[in-house]
């Protein structure tokens, strides 16, 4: 039976009635202090998994659903939004400084969605208002009537009438208590002190029948030891937070059901207690371990602001050693974000720390490339000085003394830095196109290298069919050793008509590819020799050829550096929780690796030809 009925209580338990309220009540602050503590974190993870439109969508939603049942959520969708919002800000802000603006220039952009969130949240008080008057008025109705459900059993215990009468009118009693819930936080322990008070009176006084109090003690254990095994459930439990709420919840069961009989009240309590204590102790280790890897977040945080506070930006002094730190500060940064909470007294000062201390670079790296965009347009102007001149010289017909002269604006041209990306190409080309014109006239003029060139021609047709027709039954090595012998007939080889050139150069390689291939030879490998076979026939025209292909070469590996940069700055803004962001980020990185892998490849190239030109 439940609540008090069923036995006589003396004052030890009473005591021990009083210790089942005490432990329910301290568990619940523990769960107040913990709901706060969790709120007031500055950092909600809640912002990292939802957007703004489907904030005010869930709480138009949460609007029209009972106040008692959403007000956690709510609150919680309100701390995502600004936490969404400020995060927008930062970003808006650092593009603006990037761009060149001012931080003292900056201003936020109107929020058209917050003025929607106000009305929502308003809308959400004032039903909350509302709801809290009315729960007020329950509360008052409830604690006057406990006090009449006191009153009647104050009479009872005085009563002489019929046993039956009175057993049923208490049985009344309780059941109405029971169904009367919330009363004023302050009436709580009196109401419930004063009501144990005269229900235990009611049985001190009144001779119950036998019958009656063991089927009620027999019941009261077999509800009182269901809740102990429940609870002691409970202690392998993964998840402890919901563990440790489900506790609470057992514990107000506990409080509803009567007593035990008198020899298995103790040892059932403390079967009950020691399982209760289990899930405390472990919910307070659990918040003890959060708070110490806080603090350890905090070591990891700090450590990341002194690292890039140190950075000297007096030593940055060329393109090559930005970039390096650049790399290594959004390294730091992609750290940071995995690093959990530290504490709330320190999260929002270590974040401000951090951030300054990476502005502080960021405005610096880009007043630095502010300066080498204003020398590119110098160099620009330059170089287009140099193609003024070799546009004046290709039509010369003095081929020697003009030779000299593209020879050296070709060396000046090398001389000269870097232009923008956006001007490169053009510039180059304009340049290029105006030297081979001159070289092309040249050969065409010098009539007596045609029968040599002729002579090479078919010579070079004979080593394409040669490769083709390479012996298929020869070992990998002695095929392999044929075939660098052929490449270097070829290469010993001198000019072809120029029209024939290019047609020529591609059936010999491709007809070389096509055996390595089959001999399965790296296809990078075959490209680099290859490459050192065309320098070869380059050099073998003059030193302009191989400044030009250098040139160009120069201008594809600044070209991939620069989207390699792209795409390791943009992959550490990606979210890969978000929707779609892991294969955004995979592509990005296969992107990343096959840049690198060309960017090796160029530099080879750039070697073999520094090799001719030493």
Not at 261 to 282: G, Q
Not at 572 to 591: A, D, T, W, Y
């Amino acid at each position: 039976m439940k609540d008090t009925l069923g036995t006589n209580l003396t004052g030890e338990e009473a005591v021990k009635l009083n210790e089942t309220n005490e432990l329910a009540a301290n568990a619940e602050n523990v769960s107040e202090a913990v709901a706060v503590d969790e709120a007031a974190n500055g950092e909600n993870p809640l912002a990292e998994k939802i957007t703004k439109d489907e904030i005010l969508n869930r709480l138009q939603t949460l609007v029209d659903a009972p106040v008692e049942t959403v007000r956690d959520e709510v609150e919680s969708l309100k701390q995502a939004y600004y936490k969404i919002r400020q995060n927008e800000e930062n970003a808006l802000k650092r593009a603006f400084i990037e761009q060149g603006g001012k931080e003292e220039d900056f201003a936020v952009p109107e929020d058209a969605q917050e003025e929607r969130l106000k009305e929502l949240l308003n809308d959400y008080k004032e039903k909350k208002a509302a709801f809290m008057a009315e729960e007020a008025k329950v509360k008052e109705a409830n604690y006057e009537a406990k006090l009449q459900l006191i009153e009647r059993l104050k009479i009872l215990c005085e009563s002489q009438d019929d046993f039956n009468k009175l057993y049923n009118e208490f049985k009344e009693i309780q059941q109405k208590w029971k169904e009367i819930k919330l009363v004023p936080a302050e009436h709580v322990s009196e109401l419930w002190k004063e009501y144990q008070l005269y229900s235990e009176k009611f049985y001190d006084l009144i001779k119950i029948n036998n019958q009656y109090r063991d089927y009620d003690f027999k019941k009261n254990l077999e509800l009182k030891t269901a809740l102990c095994e429940a609870v002691e459930k409970l202690e392998g439990a993964k998840d402890i937070i919901s563990a440790f709420h489900q506790l609470q919840k057992l514990h107000q069961q506990w409080r509803e059901i009567g007593p035990v009989a008198k020899d298995l009240r103790e040892d059932l309590w403390s079967r009950f207690k020691a399982a209760s204590t289990v899930i405390n102790k472990r919910h307070q280790q659990y918040f003890d371990a959060q708070k110490a890897k806080e603090q350890e977040n905090l070591v990891e945080k700090t450590a990341l602001c002194e690292a890039v506070e140190a950075i000297d930006l007096s030593t940055l002094k060329s393109y090559k050693d930005w970039d390096e730190k650049n790399k290594y500060v959004l390294e730091l940064q992609q750290k940071w974000r995995t690093i959990g909470f530290t504490p709330k007294k320190y999260n929002t000062k270590i974040f401000e720390r951090f951030r300054t201390a990476c502005d502080v670079f960021f405005t610096k790296k880009t007043e630095f490339y502010k300066a080498l965009k204003a020398e590119m347009e110098k160099n620009l102007q330059r170089k287009r000085e140099l193609c003024e001149k070799a546009e004046a010289l290709k039509d010369s017909t003095d081929w020697k003394e003009t030779t000299d002269k593209f020879i050296a604006l070709q060396k000046e041209w090398k001389s000269i830095g870097q232009v923008t990306r956006r001007h490169s190409e053009a510039i180059w080309k304009r340049f290029i196109t105006a030297c081979d014109y001159f070289f092309e006239n040249k050969n065409k003029n010098t009539s007596s290298q045609r029968g040599e060139e002729l002579a090479n021609l078919e010579a070079k047709k004979a080593l394409v069919e040669k490769v083709k027709s390479l012996d298929e039954s020869l070992k990998a090595e002695e095929a392999i050793a044929q075939l660098k012998e052929w490449i270097a007939e070829w290469n010993g080889i001198g000019h072809v008509p120029f029209r024939e050139k290019d047609k020529l150069y591609d059936a010999f390689h491709k007809a070389v590819d096509e055996q390595f291939d089959r001999l399965r030879v790296d296809q990078r490998d075959r490209r680099i020799k290859s490459f050192r076979n065309s320098v070869n026939e380059m050099a073998g025209k003059g030193k302009g050829k191989l400044y030009s292909e250098r040139e160009k070469l120069m201008r594809n590996y600044e070209r991939m550096k620069g989207e390699l940069q792209t795409y390791e700055n943009n992959i550490g803004f990606l979210s890969v929780s978000s929707k779609g962001g892991g294969g955004l980020v995979k592509e990005m990185e296969r992107k990343i690796a096959k840049l690198k892998e060309e960017m090796e490849i160029i530099v080879k190239k750039i070697d073999a030809i520094d090799e001719n030109l030493e």
